[in-house]
């Protein structure tokens, strides 16, 4: 932990880079020493330019470097930083290999406290009720009813499987998937991992894979832009981090693929007892361990940031912290990556997936950090007809629909789609 006075000076001499910063974010004198981004291709309009400023004002080479102070810069990781879900590629691999443990006593409720009657009536009677591990690589009866509810919500026969969460610091079926590596240690998992890798990695783009009767996607990529990114921000000496809603361990082994280590990454962290992975999870801020929920998912993403790069504990983790206890600069795509994105106080990256908040957040630009980009690969089209900011895009923690309100509590009007694929 830092002192106080130390965090006041790096506050002081980021806060004079970002005023800088953000009057002529393309102006800024580069001393030459700065590392430099390399890949051209892929980046909209100025955005390369932006962030070559980032790190030629923020980094060591900067005038706004403060002395023994790292800025840190946080992506996303699925549709961030690769193209599609490393945690889907996972749990794919382990249905098709039989590497999911049957729940304690073979009751399903075990996996998730928030997964419904229904539901664990659906997995029970799908899925044998002996055995150690479920044989969902032949069971396609088995694999589909894991499949649907993770990827669903819903069981195969349409009921709702998950209720009763806080819509803003958790998502059950993103939770479930580190919930089903009950029984396994965490070796195992990162075993799993790299063989799913390796697989995704070389399979064709666009390609599809078989998980019990369905067709699902079985490909992904790096994106090359995002990794010279990570190498230009590490060489400028920032402080690089992942925050993920997929399994920590699975997230470990991809993000050596981008020179991030282990140490350097937070996503989805399961409790263990006696060396093995349980079905409950860890928490922060005023969530204990075994709560199951506060994952890295929206307002929860802020809080593990704030417990694991910056050191805040208790309640103070789950709100906005000052200047420079916050990131410099933030990635995401989606609306789980909302609040984490709003806390950088450089630049906001944002990779347009026709995600509501979030675009509306991205295209309203109060302050004007923020910047679009589309994917690098297989873009979106321009969504058709505008982004319901003032009505609908908004989610409540029970659920509710509302507008997009700014800090100040006034609403965003609806934004029309302008940086998107062709």
């Not at 996503?267 to 349980?278: E, K």
Request: hydrophobic letters at 35%; aromatic letters at 8%; proline letters at 5%.
């Amino acid at each position: 932990m830092r002192s106080a006075r130390r965090w006041q000076a790096a506050a002081a001499a980021l806060a004079i880079a970002g005023s800088a910063f953000a009057a002529a974010p393309t102006a800024q004198a580069r001393t030459g020493a700065c590392p430099s981004l390399t890949v051209e291709q892929g980046w909209y309009g100025q955005n390369k330019a932006r962030l070559q400023e980032l790190v030629d004002t923020y980094g060591t080479c900067g005038r706004g470097a403060a002395k023994g102070h790292k800025p840190v810069a946080v992506f996303d990781w699925d549709n961030t930083v690769v193209k599609n879900d490393v945690g889907d590629a996972t749990m794919y691999w382990m249905l098709r290999h039989s590497r999911i443990r049957r729940p304690q006593h073979g009751d399903w409720h075990a996996t998730s406290r928030y997964l419904t009657d229904p539901a664990a009536t659906a997995l029970a009677a799908a899925c044998p009720a002996t055995g150690p591990t479920l044989p969902t690589a032949t069971d396609t009866g088995c694999a589909d009813e894991i499949r649907t509810v993770y990827g669903d919500g819903r069981t195969t026969g349409g009921a709702t499987a998950f209720a009763g969460w806080d819509r803003r610091t958790t998502e059950p079926q993103y939770a479930w998937l580190a919930q089903l590596m009950s029984g396994w240690r965490t070796a195992d998992i990162r075993s799993f991992a790299r063989a799913a890798r390796a697989e995704n990695l070389a399979a064709p783009v666009g390609t599809e894979q078989r998980v019990g009767t369905a067709k699902v996607t079985g490909w992904v990529r790096y994106y090359d832009q995002q990794r010279d990114l990570i190498r230009t921000l590490q060489k400028g000496g920032f402080d690089v981090w992942v925050t993920s809603a997929s399994p920590e361990p699975v997230v470990d082994v991809w993000a050596g693929g981008v020179g991030i280590a282990p140490d350097h990454t937070i996503g989805i962290r399961p409790v263990t007892s006696h060396g093995r992975i349980t079905a409950h999870l860890k928490g922060c801020g005023t969530v204990a361990d075994g709560e199951d929920a506060m994952i890295t998912y929206i307002d929860g993403k802020r809080c593990w940031i704030n417990q694991e790069v910056f050191g805040v504990r208790g309640a103070a983790a789950e709100r906005v912290q000052p200047a420079a206890r916050r990131q410099v600069f933030a990635a995401g795509d989606s609306d789980t990556d909302v609040s984490f994105l709003r806390d950088a106080t450089g630049l906001r990256l944002v990779l347009n997936r026709n995600k509501n908040e979030l675009m509306c957040r991205a295209y309203d630009n109060s302050d004007g950090r923020w910047i679009v980009n589309p994917m690098f690969i297989q873009p979106k089209g321009r969504k058709s007809g505008a982004y319901p900011c003032a009505t609908t895009a908004y989610t409540e923690r029970d659920g509710t629909a509302a507008p997009v309100r700014r800090a100040d509590g006034t609403v965003v009007a609806d934004q029309r789609d302008t940086v998107y694929g062709g």
